[in-house]
């Protein structure tokens, strides 16, 4: 096994990394290498790296540095200390020490998943309190109207307040989840790395703000008249069509989408400035 491979050992729903450093001994970020805990960049047996499973090398078709580069870069880190399986974790650790990138596979995949599942639960979430809140309950279109114009009334507006409220806070509560995980700070990280996040913090707050002014623009657009009673009805009930549902899932769908757009903007933003940096 070549020195400075990058070793990936399977647990039951992610991979633990590591890098070879020759004689059976591998420098790991320990958190979560058995389990969920926190511990610091160390040098181990390979048995222990592996907490009893097994292992296999990770290919880099063009790595920026030779394994004994590599080697030195994650042996200087020995003794840190930040660990955050969301921000800088085991993998992006091995993938700073052979490409100097702060990167994750298994993170990528995650905060897409989780954007995608929040922005449905945030869409479900505001349909029950629509149906909830009206002086017509349920979800015909007179109970929708009546519970957007009552939830719209918290703010001192009526159904459009109404239908910004319920898109923006979890929208807003979106880019806040994504800020403090996936795009916390980090004083272990580089500078450029520390920018980018910075950079994508402030783009998921922009994204959810832009998301809840885009979904009530799309309502206005596709109604029959504008941002009336009328046009927010037929607004989305033509936007719930497009899903084969009518208004209730127009609900869903406009008010998803400030959380959708906060993961998609934020996260992103962070994405293409790290490569600009690049």
């Known amino acids: 096994m070549a020195l400075g491979s990058h070793l990936v050992s399977p647990r039951s729903a992610y991979t633990h990394h590591g ?41 880099h078709a063009t790595p920026k540095y030779d394994g004994t580069q590599v080697i030195a870069r994650a042996r200087s880190r020995i003794g840190e200390n930040h660990y955050s399986v969301w921000a800088n974790n085991c993998e992006h650790f091995c993938e700073w020490a052979i490409n100097d990138r702060h990167h994750s596979d298994q993170i990528d995949k995650v905060t897409g998943g989780a954007g995608t599942t929040f922005a449905s639960a945030a869409g479900l979430a505001a349909r029950g309190v629509v149906a909830a809140s009206g002086s017509v309950a349920g979800l015909s279109g007179a109970g929708i109207m009546s519970g957007l114009a009552s939830t719209g009334a918290v703010v001192g507006g009526g159904a459009v307040a109404g239908l910004g409220l319920l898109g923006a806070v979890p929208g807003l509560a979106g880019a806040s989840l994504l800020n403090n995980t996936v795009l916390a700070d980090n004083p272990a990280l580089d500078k450029d790395e520390r920018e980018s996040r910075t950079v994508g913090r402030a783009a998921s707050y922009a994204g959810a703000v832009a998301g809840t002014a885009g979904s009530i623009g799309a309502v206005s657009a596709l109604g029959t008249a504008g941002l009336s009673a009328a046009g927010i009805s037929s607004g989305l009930a033509t936007i719930g069509a497009t899903v084969g549902g009518g208004m209730a899932s127009g609900v869903v769908i406009a008010t998803a989408a400030p959380v959708a757009a906060a993961a998609a903007v934020g996260y992103g933003a962070y994405k293409l400035y790290k490569w600009i940096r690049d």
């Open 19 to 59: 890098i070879y450093i020759g004689k059976n001994r591998v420098v790991h970020y320990a958190g979560w290498c058995d389990g969920p805990r926190a511990g610091a960049i160390e040098e181990v047996a390979i048995e222990d790296f592996c907490s009893g499973r097994d292992f296999y090398v990770k290919k």
